[in-house]
């Protein structure tokens, strides 16, 4: 049975993954860190296709707390995701779980749905990982990311960017006008409302730009959930053809 919450366009809105009071938390960081550099679009500064200032919280230990806060709201939204739309974890993978009678079972949307929380975490956590989170922030009538795009693209030789299969943010505040992440095929505009999480495939079908916010700065966390790599899920013969 489908799930009458899930969204036919595959992009979900979870409201208040963060209180007010975290993500203003967040923004003073942000903005008494002196830690933020240009934006940077597949390893490069090109200021025409995104203007921002962005912090990498990965492998900074002064953030980590943040990091922690971020993917903790993070994997509760994607395990509310997961359960609208279960195939985004069982069609890429022939997954079994262990049933009531001992044996093993192939994982069907109805038994993903019918799983409680514990036992999803751990599938979730065996096959996915979270990437490494980008802090954001968009000069309000200057910045943006106005470049229609998509999160897969072969940029690095072990394939990191094409193991992201969602792409996920947080807006840390809202108050000014526009700003919206925008769907291209889908059509649609997600406003920026402080404490949502925003999460929707990474693929071409949901290419996207961040348009420019008006009247106020915009500030965002933003990254990806991986897939595991083939190493990992399949051992040290994985991707081997002889």
């Not at 971020?70 to 985004?88: D, E, I, Q, S």
């Not at 022939?94 to 409680?116: F, I, K, N, Q, S």
């Not at 409302?193 to 949901?206: D, K, Q």
């Not at 996207?208 to 990806?224: E, M, Q, V, Y």
Request: hydrophobic share 35%; aromatic share 8%; glycine share 12%.
């Amino acid at each position: 049975m489908d799930d009458p919450n899930a969204s036919p366009d595959f992009i979900e809105v979870f409201p208040d993954a963060l209180s007010a009071e975290q993500c203003a938390a967040v923004v003073a960081r942000f903005q008494d860190s002196g830690a933020d550099g240009p934006g940077l679009v597949g390893g490069g500064h090109r200021p025409e296709l995104k203007d921002s200032r962005d912090i990498t919280l990965a492998g900074k230990p002064e953030w980590q707390d943040v990091e922690g806060l971020l993917n903790t709201a993070v994997f509760k939204g994607l395990m509310a995701y997961l359960r609208r739309h279960p195939y985004t974890l069982i069609a890429p993978l022939m997954l079994e779980v262990g049933g009531e009678d001992g044996a093993r079972h192939r994982l069907t949307a109805e038994r993903l749905r019918a799983m409680p929380d514990e036992g999803l975490a751990g599938v979730v956590q065996t096959v996915m990982r979270p990437g490494a989170i980008n802090l954001q922030r968009y000069t309000g009538g200057r910045g943006g990311y106005p470049y229609w795009h998509c999160e897969l693209f072969p940029r690095d030789a072990r394939g990191e960017t094409l193991h992201r299969h969602l792409l996920w943010t947080i807006y840390l505040n809202d108050g000014f006008e526009e700003g919206e992440t925008e769907f291209l095929h889908q059509q649609r505009k997600i406003a920026p409302r402080t404490g949502s999480l925003l999460i929707a495939p990474a693929a071409f079908t949901h290419t996207h730009r961040g348009n420019r916010p008006l009247g106020g700065d915009k500030f965002i966390a933003t990254s990806w959930v991986l897939f595991q790599r083939a190493e990992t899920l399949y051992g040290g013969g994985a991707g081997r053809t002889d």
